[in-house]
């Protein structure tokens, strides 16, 4: 027998007909709260089906079945909202003092390796009273100080939701800011003391650190920015860290920072942005949808968002805010066997994590190790390779930052397609190219193009959209812990490629692209079958398609 059900309209605009209109079952959880009103609210809001037994979509964060359409015209703002000095304040302060972690450490230790290397072969010397220093335990040693950074990284990446949950996106931020000044202390003390471990030590504070700004930031940047400006501010992450890595190239050079003296200067420059971003981010509001949702502060979270557009018109938004937070209100807490066993759940899941492992696996890396030995084949000197490596650190900033503008005119998924399907022809051609480099200068002048037409493709969208899709894909309960998965498995991905690569290219030598190339093929057929496209569309929007794909 049908359960019954029980009918709710509203008619905002006084005209007699009504504006929303549905149906709920009688024991749907929005009975069962026992509100008229915010059922009859979430009819409108969430856009019930009108008749009992019409397909639904629900953009929920549990399987129960809340039924939800995307907001018709009446109840949606379709202005654009432009950016403002105070957005921008906001953006700078909590990206430039973040993101230059995860990229300056990232970079940092590549010029200096040599120098660092001699160090730790006399301190080892030095305890031994003299004796000579075994090049393994040296190379060992180096080994640990530069993947400890991942290791950090991977613990600060699976540690976002609790700290995003307990102290903010901006509280998490200034927290975790904290620990860069403890690693640069440890790091630029660590020739004065003789000690190769305050290196180890202060690269993984500064890899928890870098772990934690890679979720927090973008989620941050995703909750203040306004939905036509979402994606170019996501982007400004990814932009900051090919500048922060271009930077410590550039300081790493043997007449700047590289050289035997000054190299602890080097690794403890970290503290600028840190001192950067105690001064200037306090000035910035908590994300409104974090003090709205999560503090249930109304007045505060309204106070926030207008302080970022810069004006007390912001009543949109904070309906959209508010129908969010009403509707979740009915909803249990996230559980990661909820997120992991939930349809509506899972399935945006699944694409975060693996955008994170298309964006780790694509041979980014690879290429980067690669560069300076192709650099040589194709007759540069050691400085001129050097100079080269440079070149090829500005154009990935100068790519980045097009991509900044291209991915609202162009959208995520298009510029994931262009991105890797270009970077799959570059490294096939590539892989033909490095088999004949000796043979041809035309072939080891063409390979050095190639590497810079794949850091083009890289820095076009497989950089920078990977780190702010998940905060699209996820609202506000689920976003913590989705980011932190997400996340987590970059930074695993990230290890793993690191500690692999070198033996694979030992063994295989030029062939290890091969390797690359069948796994750009599959990226390239994931991203065009499953990865929707997200530009200007609300969460109900995105998770509309979801529940549609649950049915299929």
Known sequence: MPRPTMLYYDDEDGDGSPDSVGFIEEDHPLQLHGNRELAAQAVKLLQVPSRPGDASFASSTTDMDVPIYVRGPSSRSTENRSLNGRLLFAIIASAFGSAFQHGYNTGVVNAP????????????????????????????????????????????????????????????????????????????????????????????????????????????????????????????????????????????????????????????????????????????????????????????????????????????????????????????????????????????????????????LSGINAVMFFSTKIFNMAGMSNDGAKYATLGMGSLNVLMTLISLFLVELTGRKTLLMIGFSSMFVVTVMLTIALMFVNASSVVSGLAVVLVMAFVIAFAVGPGSIPWFLVSELFNSSARPLATSIAVGVNWTANFVVGLGFLPLQEMLQSNVFLIFVVLLALFVLYVYKKVPETKNKTLEEIQMGFRQESYK
């Not at 001699?118 to 040296?138: A, C, F, M, Y």
């Not at 009543?315 to 990661?336: F, G, W, Y």
Request: hydrophobic share 45%.
């Open 113 to 360: 390796q040599a120098l660092i290397e001699k160090w730790i072969s006399g301190v080892i010397s030095e305890r031994n009273d003299g004796k000579p220093t075994d090049q393994t335990q040296v190379t060992l040693i180096w080994a640990v100080a530069v993947s400890i950074f991942c290791v950090g990284g991977m613990v600060g990446g699976l540690s976002t939701g609790f700290v995003a949950e307990k102290f903010g996106r901006k509280g998490g931020l200034l927290v975790s800011n904290a620990l860069v000044v403890l690693s640069a202390a440890l790091q630029g003390v660590s020739k004065m003391y003789s000690s190769y471990e305050l290196i180890i030590v202060g690269r993984f504070i500064i890899g928890i650190n870098s772990g934690l700004n890679a979720g927090l930031t973008p989620m941050y940047l995703a909750e203040i920015s306004p939905m036509n400006l979402r994606g170019s501010v996501g982007t400004v992450y990814q932009l900051v860290v090919t500048i922060s890595i271009l930077i410590s190239q550039i300081l790493g050079l043997d007449y700047i920072l590289g050289t035997a003296e000054l190299w602890p200067v080097l690794l403890a420059l970290i503290i600028v942005p840190a001192i950067f971003m105690f001064v200037t981010l306090p000035f910035c509001p908590e994300s409104p949808k974090y003090t709205l949702i999560n503090k249930k502060k109304d007045i505060e979270a309204e106070r926030g968002l207008q302080w970022l557009r810069g004006t007390i018109e912001v009543h949109d938004e904070m309906d959209e805010m508010r129908a969010e937070n009403e509707a979740m209100k009915v909803i249990p807490r996230v559980t990661l066997r909820e997120m992991l066993s939930n349809p509506m759940l899972k399935t945006p899941l699944g694409i975060s994590v693996m955008i994170m492992l298309c964006q780790q």
